[in-house]
């Protein structure tokens, strides 16, 4: 019912620019958070950037300077403009979000996560 779409992973060289975003569809009361993951092959999941509702931002300390993450209500969309990319960055990234939507039995929260998609920084 709710749905997650991510686009915008690619390749790109050191020191080039992606812009991630995230789509969230289906019956949604509100969006709480909204947070970018990424996952490189053999490593743990690494909290990247978070947006709250009070439109708050906070990263983590290896993207600070070089990536923005921000939202665009109207659309529920969260995007992560990523810059000064570094083959460190090469990992799936994950769009996760933190919603109310109306249950059967009255509104309820819940997380749920995007498809990932690839980012790839060459050297």
């Known amino acids: 019912q709710v749905q997650l779409v991510e686009t915008g992973g690619g390749l790109v060289q050191a020191g080039g620019s992606l812009r991630l975003s995230c789509v969230v569809s289906?019956?949604?009361?509100?969006?709480?958070?909204m947070r970018w993951y990424r996952q490189a092959p053999g490593k743990q999941r690494e909290l990247v950037a978070t947006t709250s509702s009070a439109d708050s931002t906070n990263y983590a300390d290896s993207v600070k300077g070089r990536f923005t993450i921000s939202r665009d209500n109207a659309k529920n969309t969260v995007y992560l403009q990523m810059n000064s990319l570094k083959p460190e960055d090469t990992a799936v990234y994950y769009c996760?979000?933190?919603?109310?939507?109306?249950?059967?039995?009255?509104?309820?929260?819940?997380?749920?996560w995007g498809q990932g998609t690839q980012v790839t920084v060459s050297s």
């Open positions: 996760n979000v933190y919603l109310q939507r109306l249950g059967t039995y009255g509104p309820h929260d819940y997380a749920y």
């Open positions: 289906g019956s949604i009361l509100r969006i709480n958070i």
